[in-house]
Every structure is written in structure tokens, then in C-alpha cells.
């Protein structure tokens, strides 16, 4: 059964960089069917995707952060990582890593998520 | 504010049928059949209810379904059962740069 486990710290100071891995267990990272991504969720707020990455290292991000955001991956590792730079109190949030369908368009649906990691953005 | 709009809460009986409506533009739900729809309880990560407007993933009870009309996708729950009670969210590929927006969530409470 597929796991997805996200490590990282979970306080980050304003102007750092924040770095999460997500472990991947029970499946290949290199699954050609799916694209490997980041979701976050501010407290008591909705959801929104920050981006994603494909085996191969293509990748997508959402507009508004895309001058701050890296995602890559490790497919020795079966882990992919976000950085997200010059970060802000608006970036607290819980991030969740997530397993998303591959289509010609690009990544869609979720259907796999990891538990999630807070994120406090604090000094 | 969200680029999907959906309604803040809703509510029903046990045993009666609610839906959730999700609205889009024609760049999103409108033109492309993928929207998907997720519960969340309390504390945990989401759950894909339904993918592609309307087909329900292995596992996932059939009381759970999905339509769309035009730039709106609904999620209809029928036979409400407590467990039900939930924040759920719809989501769509769009055809911009976003490329997946989400709905800013809608709280059912079951009475």
C-alpha cells in the first residue's frame, strides 16, 4: 500500500528557506502514471497546490509562488523535496506531499496524500 | 478567494440527500471534465470522494456522486450517515498556468 511521509522542520524563521522531503513507500517514484506533489492548507483555511514534479524532473508550479518555489526528486531515494524561499507569516500552513494522476495536460487529481506537516512561520 | 466557489455550509438529516455545488469559469470546469471532490475530517489529509465529474474511486461509498452542468459541478450525498459530517472540497485542471485550482471548501453538518 502506498505511504507518503513528509519530514522537515516545523518552525521556520520570516525571509528563510523551507524544506520538506516526502518519503515515498509501497510504490516507485518513477511510476510513469503519476506525477509527485505539494498541497498546502493554512489553519482552518482551504486547500491550495503549490506544484508538482514528474520522474523525470518536469515540472509545474503554481504562478504565485513559482519565482520562490523548487521542487525536485530523487528517484535513488524515492523522495522529492519542496524549497520554498523568503518565507513569509502567510506561508504557515500545514504541506501536504501527494500522489497525483499523469495526464498529457499535466498533473490533476490527487489520490494519495501524506498526513501533512505544520509549518509555522515565526520568529 | 478561491478561484472555485462553493457554498460555506450545509446541512442535513440523517438519511436525506444534500448537494454541494461548485462553481468554475469556462477555463476551468466548464470546458474540461475533471473535477475531483474531497473529504477532510478534523485533523486529517483529504480524500478523493470522486474523480472526472463522476466516477467514484474503489472504495468509496456509492451514496457519494458527482454531475455537471455547464461551469458548475455538484457533489450529491444520499442516505446522509453521520460519519458524512466533513468539510469537503472540489477541484479542476484548468487550462491556465494554475493548472489545478481548488473550491474554498464547504462544511457539512450532519443535524
Known amino acids: 500500500q502506498l505511504q507518503l511521509q513528509e519530514s522537515g522542520p516545523g518552525l521556520v524563521k520570516p ?13 516507485s517514484i518513477t511510476n510513469t502514471n ?17 506544484g508538482s514534479i514528474y520522474y523525470s524532473a518536469n515540472t509545474y508550479y503554481t504562478p504565485s509562488l513559482k519565482s520562490q518555489i523548487t521542487i525536485s526528486v530523487d528517484t535513488s531515494k524515492n523522495h522529492f523535496s519542496l524549497k520554498l524561499s523568503s518565507v513569509t507569516a502567510a506561508d504557515t500552513a500545514i504541506y501536504y506531499c501527494a500522489r497525483q494522476r499523469f495526464t498529457i495536460f499535466g498533473p490533476d487529481l490527487t489520490d494519495s ?4 506537516t505544520l509549518v509555522t512561520v515565526f520568529s | 478567494q478561491s478561484a472555485l466557489t462553493q457554498p460555506a455550509s450545509v446541512s442535513g438529516s440523517p438519511g436525506q440527500s444534500i448537494t454541494i455545488s461548485c462553481t468554475g469559469t469556462s477555463s476551468d470546469v466548464g470546458t474540461y471534465n475533471l473535477v475531483s471532490w474531497y473529504q477532510q475530517h478534523p485533523g486529517k489529509a483529504p480524500k478523493l470522494m470522486i474523480y ?10 456509492n451514496r457519494f456522486s458527482g454531475s455537471k452542468s455547464g461551469n458548475t459541478a455538484s457533489l450529491t450525498i444520499s442516505g446522509l450517515q453521520a460519519e458524512d459530517e466533513a468539510h469537503y472540497y472540489c477541484s479542476s485542471y484548468t487550462g491556465s498556468s494554475t493548472l489545478l485550482v481548488f473550491g474554498g471548501g464547504t462544511k457539512l453538518t450532519v443535524l
Open chain 2, 52 to 61: 472526472d465529474v463522476s466516477n467514484r474511486p474503489s472504495g468509496v461509498s
Open chain 1, 15 to 27: 525571509s528563510e528557506t523551507l524544506s520538506l522531503t516526502c518519503t515515498v513507500s509501497g510504490g
Open chain 1, 113 to 116: 496524500w501524506g498526513q501533512g
Open chain 1, 34 to 50: 503519476y506525477y509527485w506533489g505539494w498541497i498546502r492548507q493554512p489553519p482552518g483555511k482551504g486547500l491550495e497546490w503549490i
